[in-house]
């Protein structure tokens, strides 16, 4: 765990030195709520390039009523909107909607706000050298993510390989943190334009999952960039990805089932040392009609019994 | 899956509804329960999907629970009782229990949360299997225990079905959630009638039978399962989807649809017992069930997206499903109407 060291003189004027680990304490910042249920990892996460909040606990307890309104008015209007939107229609779109929609744009890059979306981690976390950091882009239109990429695995005595970095969106909450689900299954294919350096990425996807076990299972493809000045439309369709549980991929392999989606991410691990950029515009779902693979991969039994 | 894995399973589903009818001993109706149960998980993890297995583990744990809820009950009356006869559940408590887990074991409200997401993880076939051949034994037990049930619990869980049913079903996408907020609504009508007249819980099963089982044969033969991909299937099966409509019409209870049969007897039999307040919130709760599968007859036959091919019919050429078994539930999904005397014949 990263430990902030400060200096600082008591009333004699001794220097002391006290070490202190930031993120025991519940942050207060504005964006957590005193009825957030989330762990703590989700409350104070910390995106990479802010300087760390260095102040004492003492310092971080912000007690006053305002605080608690606020919380109750955000959570009591979220549960007022699902009720409400009961009467336009399924997930608060008109039927009609459900019946004819081609294309919907899920995330889109237009203001510093959308990044609160989106988590950014390197492998810091497990004592490596690498830099993520994610901004808006020109005119503010995009979501820039930019660092340095460093292979050299830490010097712990486990780890042999490191070097990654990725991009994560947060799991939609609902009122109470209540976790929602994307339904995505009117669509079949993921449309998004980026910008890349020419490094190959990977487009992960997690899905709702039920025991712990799969906690960690995630659908991932490739996404090759071009590195060009130019715009890259990706089309990839949900039949390519492949199931993969902590980086290493199944052998007993299924389709993505898309009624109960929970978050995208991209991530860099290709061992190039070196900056990296992706520059991405929007991350969209399309139905293709003419693509009618359901699975890409063999879901037949490889050693039947006889 | 092998197919002797797969008639094992299936005589094995027959003969624990088999035991549970032929039984007059309460472990015996527990055993067939039991017996349903089990062979019914293998085929239900067939497809090795997480979801799917998420399916079976949450039906293996409301079933199981309601199994031993059932052993408890008959167990309760038996030491205070002596008695292990089915019909002969006498006492209070033993009989509320037997009601609370035999509710839970067909999905009745309020023990109906595991419905929805149970049939939504699984594959139609196995969603057949799921809604119509594991109700036979519990309502065979329930028919014959209602009379010894408090009535107010029965009206209760009957009216709460059918408003759970209906409420539920509104704002669906997922066609196998609706059809699953169907059977919790349908379950309520047959519920409530049972203390008053049994052979219509009867009657209300075998109709709901035929109905469900057309709509989900019909669904399987186009391979829908959500409400986009009804919107196109017109121009691959335009009579499919016609008779397909018909028959979500029919569970909705229109007549001349046989679905209308059973909510007519039902609601004469309840205005004959002078319940009208209770006739009238059924009647109610069955518009609301009747809204969710007119907004997919909308969807299916009275609108034609843009978004299909540019040719008016794309080449339909012939499946290599078996039909018979969908064009014999769909014609008598709709068309028992008319013999509704022979029918109530038969029964009474």
């Known amino acids: 765990m990263a430990l902030s060291r400060t200096t600082f003189k008591t009333l004699f004027g001794i220097p002391r030195v006290i070490y202190r680990q930031p993120l025991s304490f519940p942050s207060t910042s504005p964006s957590s709520c005193i009825l957030s249920t989330r762990g703590a990892y989700e409350r104070d996460y910390r995106r990479p390039g802010q300087a760390p909040d260095t102040r004492w606990p003492w310092q971080k307890i912000r007690f006053d009523f305002s605080k608690g309104v606020e919380g109750i008015r955000k959570h009591f209007g979220l549960l007022k909107d699902e009720f409400v939107n009961r009467w336009t229609g399924p997930e608060g779109k008109p039927l009609i909607n459900h019946m004819l929609e081609q294309t919907q744009v899920q995330w889109e890059f237009r203001g510093p706000e959308s990044l609160n979306q989106w988590i950014v981690s390197s492998d810091q976390e497990i004592g490596g050298h690498s830099a993520a950091y994610i901004k808006t882009g020109r005119n503010n239109t995009t979501c820039f993510l930019y660092g340095m990429l460093c292979s050299t695995p830490p010097r712990d005595g486990e780890t042999r390989y490191s070097g990654y ?16 689900h994307y ?5 079949n294919t993921l449309h998004m334009r980026i910008r890349g350096d020419g490094r190959p990425w990977m487009v992960n996807i997690s899905a709702e999952t039920y025991f712990s076990h799969q906690r960690d299972d995630i659908y991932s493809y490739f996404l090759y960039t071009r590195g060009g000045p130019y715009w890259q439309d990706v089309k990839i369709p949900f039949s390519k990805f492949f199931l993969s549980s902590r980086g290493r991929i199944q052998d007993d392999q299924h389709a993505l089932w898309l009624d109960k989606v929970n978050s995208i991410g991209f991530t860099l691990g290709d061992k190039a040392d070196g900056p990296f950029q992706l520059e991405i515009d929007f991350i969209a779902l399309c139905n293709d009609h003419a693509h009618t693979e359901e699975f890409a991969y063999e879901l037949y039994k490889r050693n039947p019994e006889v | 899956m092998n197919p002797y894995v797969l008639t094992i399973l299936l005589s094995s589903l027959g003969l624990g509804t088999t035991m549970t009818f032929a039984s007059s001993h309460w472990l015996l109706a527990w055993m067939g329960l039991e017996i349903n149960t089990l062979a019914i998980i293998p085929l239900m993890t067939q497809q090795h999907h997480p979801r799917a297995v998420e399916a079976a583990t949450k039906y293996f744990l409301t079933q199981a629970t309601a199994a031993a809820m059932i052993l408890f009950a008959a167990a309760t009356n038996a030491w205070m009782m002596g008695e292990w006869d089915i019909n002969n559940l006498s006492h209070p408590m033993a009989s509320s229990m037997m009601m609370a887990a035999l509710a839970l074991k ?32 519990p309502l065979a037990l329930i028919i014959q225990v209602a009379h010894t049930i408090n009535p107010t619990m029965l009206t209760l869980l009957g009216l709460l079905s059918a408003l759970v049913g209906g409420w539920g079903g509104l704002n669906q996408t997922q066609i196998r959630k609706i059809l699953g907020y169907s059977s919790i609504a349908h379950m309520g009508w047959m519920i409530i009638i049972s203390q008053y007249a049994p052979h219509l819980t009867l009657l209300t099963l075998t109709m709901y039978l035929f109905m469900t089982s057309a709509a989900f044969l019909s669904l399987k033969m186009t391979s829908t399962t959500n409400i986009m991909t009804m919107t196109t299937m017109w121009s691959k099966a335009p009579m499919l989807a016609s008779t397909m409509a018909l028959t979500l019409l029919s569970l909705g209870g229109l007549p001349p649809l046989t679905g209308f049969m059973p909510k007519w007897l039902i609601l004469q039999e309840m205005a004959k017992q002078q319940l009208p307040l209770t006739a009238t919130i059924m009647a109610m709760a069955a518009l609301l069930s009747l809204y969710f599968y007119l907004r997919l007859c909308y969807a299916m036959t009275l609108t034609i997206s843009p978004n299909t091919t540019n040719a008016t019919m794309p080449w339909r050429t012939y499946t290599t499903q078996s039909t018979i078994t969908l064009a014999l539930f769909t014609t008598t999904a709709l068309g028992l109407l008319p013999m509704t005397p022979a029918i109530m014949t038969l029964l009474t």
Do not use: Y
């Open chain 1, 165 to 180: 970095c990725t991009m994560r969106s947060k799991q939609p909450l609902g009122s109470f943190d209540r976790k929602k």
């Open chain 1, 183 to 187: 339904d995505w299954s009117n669509f």
């Open chain 2, 106 to 137: 067909i999905g009745l409200a309020p023990m109906h949360f595991w419905l929805p997401e149970v049939l939504q993880g699984l594959d139609l076939p196995t969603g057949l299997i799921l809604s119509t051949w594991q109700k036979l034994a």
